[in-house]
């Protein structure tokens, strides 16, 4: 809806056009743990550069995200989702033509600041463009194409890879977002409405710097500890980045905002409520991806299953989360907080089967024994992350609940690098004396142990939840 109060009357063309585009950075979450054991073999990359082409991604996701949300609001929210579009284009083409591990590690970082320029953009275009119960059909249809996205991405890194069209292998993977890209620049040039924040402030471009020094910060010692053998200075490296982000937090706490948008928004971390919600977030986000990081490396280097059959088991996983997704915000409605921990307790009985039938599962074949594990888990993750911003949010006061979106996302991204670092470091550690399969199951506990402790937390969530139009026209 614009300024004036008419209706933008392509809107659902723009928006499908939007989701479109961003499916891009939806499969590009998941399809490159597929990948990985081949990227392995060609470019000679170790355990903690795979971990790197993982984590760079996300950090740097984390570190732009909300800087980028201030940059739509002020500067056009078309005109930085279009730049995006290119930056992710030309990344992914970097991607795929690269020669060492390094110049893929660099290029997912462009990757993940390009992703974290569309976004916010294409959330912040919704809201603009939508109201009332089409806002809240709205930003459904992008919740139920962003779970579809994740399981396709499973699926199609396996075909891709198998497929080994022109003899490009992995690289597929990257170099097939360059036609995506070509069509999104396209269409949303032609059908994207412009839209923009008339109270919008300065970004804080600053503080964004110092966010992304932090997280860094903390980030390198937990990725590169192992093969460094742990020095002493790798640890001082690590309490500079968090005392970085304590130290960002208290500025922004001080400083006025009159003129500059606020980054961390310190007033939302006093909501007791939203604390426990992004370390919720944390939790589970660093017990899934580390999780799908060593499952990856163990089914096809350790079992030696194909890439396409590594992607079929893992969508068992998939399958469990849509059982359950169309009734996780109507029974959070009802049960609120208990309905969160369930779904952190059925993610970690979920892992523990995946461990119990680890041992059973043949070489290059019968999965089976792990898929049972791969459902339940993937129905306690549609039970504990679909609701969880609603419950969340039904407890932020309205004035600033706009803002806690984007710091639930930079928690969940976060999260979802470090856990690559945590997970991965017990498993490529253990992994240098031991086989595949029992790294993995040594492994394994790690994540059973995040996915406990989102549990816990979830306890200390309000008892209600926020509906999803009401979530909408937050």
Same mark, same amino acid.
């Given at each position: 809806?614009?300024?004036?109060?008419t209706v933008y009357p392509r809107r659902w063309l723009a928006a499908v056009v939007l989701i479109g585009a961003a499916m891009?950075?939806?499969?590009?979450?998941?399809?490159?743990?597929?990948?990985?054991?081949?990227?392995?073999?060609?470019?000679?990359?170790?355990?903690?550069?795979?971990?790197?082409?993982?984590?760079?991604?996300?950090?740097?996701?984390? !570190? #732009?995200? @909300? &800087?980028?949300?201030?940059?739509?609001? =002020?500067? $056009? /929210?078309?005109?930085?989702?279009? %730049?995006? *579009?290119?930056?992710?284009?030309?990344?992914?083409?970097?991607?795929?033509?690269?020669?060492?591990?390094?110049?893929?590690?660099?290029?997912?970082?462009?990757?993940?600041?390009?992703?974290?320029?569309?976004?916010?953009?294409?959330?912040?275009?919704?809201?603009?463009?939508?109201?009332?119960?089409?806002?809240?059909?709205?930003?459904?249809?992008?919740?139920?194409?962003?779970?579809?996205?994740?399981?396709?991405?499973?699926?199609?890194?396996?075909?891709?890879?198998?497929?080994?069209?022109?003899?490009?292998?992995?690289?597929?993977?990257?170099?097939?977002?360059?036609?995506?890209?070509?069509?999104?620049?396209?269409?949303?040039?032609?059908?994207?409405?412009?839209?923009?924040?008339?109270?919008?402030?300065?970004?804080?471009?600053?503080?964004?710097?110092?966010? !992304? #020094?932090? @997280? &860094?910060?903390?980030?390198?010692?937990? =990725?590169? $500890? /192992?093969?460094?053998?742990?020095? %002493?200075? *790798?640890?001082?490296?690590?309490?500079?980045?968090?005392?970085?982000?304590?130290?960002?937090?208290?500025?922004?706490?001080?400083?006025?905002?009159?003129?500059?948008?606020?980054?961390?928004?310190?007033?939302?971390?006093?909501?007791?409520?939203?604390?426990?919600?992004?370390?919720?977030?944390?939790?589970?986000?660093?017990?899934?991806?580390?999780?799908?990081?060593?499952?990856?490396?163990?089914?096809?280097?350790?079992?030696?299953?194909?890439?396409?059959?590594?992607?079929?088991?893992?969508?068992?996983?998939?399958?469990?989360?849509?059982?359950?997704?169309?009734?996780?915000?109507?029974?959070?409605?009802?049960?609120?907080?208990?309905?969160?921990?369930?779904?952190?307790?059925?993610?970690?009985?979920?892992?523990?089967?995946?461990?119990?039938?680890?041992?059973?599962?043949?070489?290059?074949?019968?999965?089976?024994?792990?898929?049972?594990?791969?459902?339940?888990?993937?129905?306690?993750?549609?039970?504990?992350?679909?609701?969880?911003?609603?419950?969340?949010?039904?407890?932020?006061?309205?004035?600033?609940?706009?803002?806690?979106?984007?710091?639930?996302?930079?928690?969940?991204?976060?999260?979802?690098?470090?856990?690559?670092?945590?997970?991965?470091?017990?498993?490529?550690?253990?992994?240098?004396?031991?086989?595949?399969?029992a790294a993995f199951k040594h492994a394994v506990p790690v994540v059973i142990a995040l996915f406990l402790a989102a549990a816990?937390?979830?306890?200390?969530?309000?008892?209600?939840?926020?509906?999803?139009?009401?979530?909408?026209?937050?």
């Amino acid at each position: 809806m614009s300024a004036d109060g008419t209706v933008y009357p392509r809107r659902w063309l723009a928006a499908v056009v939007l989701i479109g585009a961003a499916m891009m950075d939806l499969i590009d979450l998941t399809v490159v743990n597929v990948t990985l054991p081949t990227i392995r073999r060609d470019l000679g990359a170790s355990g903690a550069q795979l971990e790197w082409v993982v984590s760079a991604y996300m950090l740097a996701f984390a !570190a #732009a995200l @909300i &800087v980028s949300g201030s940059f739509g609001d =002020l500067l $056009g /929210r078309k005109r930085i989702f279009v %730049a995006g *579009i290119v930056l992710f284009g030309l990344a992914s083409l970097g991607a795929g033509m690269a020669q060492s591990p390094s110049e893929l590690i660099a290029a997912r970082v462009v990757q993940g600041l390009a992703a974290a320029a569309m976004i916010p953009q294409l959330l912040g275009s919704f809201r603009a463009m939508f109201s009332g119960p089409e806002r809240g059909k709205a930003f459904g249809l992008y919740g139920a194409i962003l779970g579809f996205a994740s399981a396709l991405g499973l699926l199609l890194g396996g075909v891709l890879v198998d497929a080994d069209l022109f003899g490009w292998g992995w690289r597929t993977v990257f170099l097939i977002n360059l036609p995506i890209a070509a069509v999104s620049l396209v269409a949303a040039i032609r059908v994207v409405p412009e839209t923009h924040d008339p109270e919008a402030r300065r970004p804080d471009v600053v503080g964004a710097v110092l966010l !992304a #020094a932090a @997280i &860094v910060a903390i980030a390198y010692p937990l =990725l590169e $500890g /192992r093969s460094l053998g742990w020095p %002493a200075w *790798i640890w001082l490296v690590l309490a500079a980045g968090l005392a970085g982000l304590v130290a960002l937090g208290a500025v922004a706490e001080r400083r006025g905002h009159a003129r500059v948008a606020p980054l961390l928004r310190t007033p939302l971390l006093r909501v007791p409520a939203f604390s426990v919600g992004l370390l919720v977030q944390f939790a589970f986000s660093a017990g899934l991806q580390g999780f799908f990081l060593v499952f990856a490396g163990w089914l096809q280097t350790g079992r030696g299953f194909s890439p396409l059959a590594a992607g079929l088991t893992a969508l068992a996983f998939s399958v469990g989360s849509f059982l359950l997704a169309g009734a996780a915000v109507p029974l959070a409605r009802r049960y609120g907080r208990l309905i969160l921990c369930a779904g952190g307790v059925l993610m970690a009985l979920g892992a523990l089967g995946v461990l119990l039938g680890a041992g059973q599962v043949g070489h290059a074949s019968n999965p089976w024994p792990v898929v049972p594990g791969l459902v339940v888990a993937g129905v306690g993750l549609s039970l504990l992350i679909i609701p969880l911003a609603n419950v969340v949010l039904a407890a932020v006061p309205r004035e600033v609940a706009s803002g806690a979106g984007g710091i639930l996302s930079t928690s969940q991204q976060l999260g979802g690098a470090l856990g690559v670092a945590i997970v991965g470091t017990v498993f490529f550690d253990r992994l240098q004396q031991h086989s595949f399969t029992a790294a993995f199951k040594h492994a394994v506990p790690v994540v059973i142990a995040l996915f406990l402790a989102a549990a816990l937390l979830s306890l200390a969530l309000p008892r209600t939840a926020v509906g999803e139009e009401e979530l909408a026209d937050i």
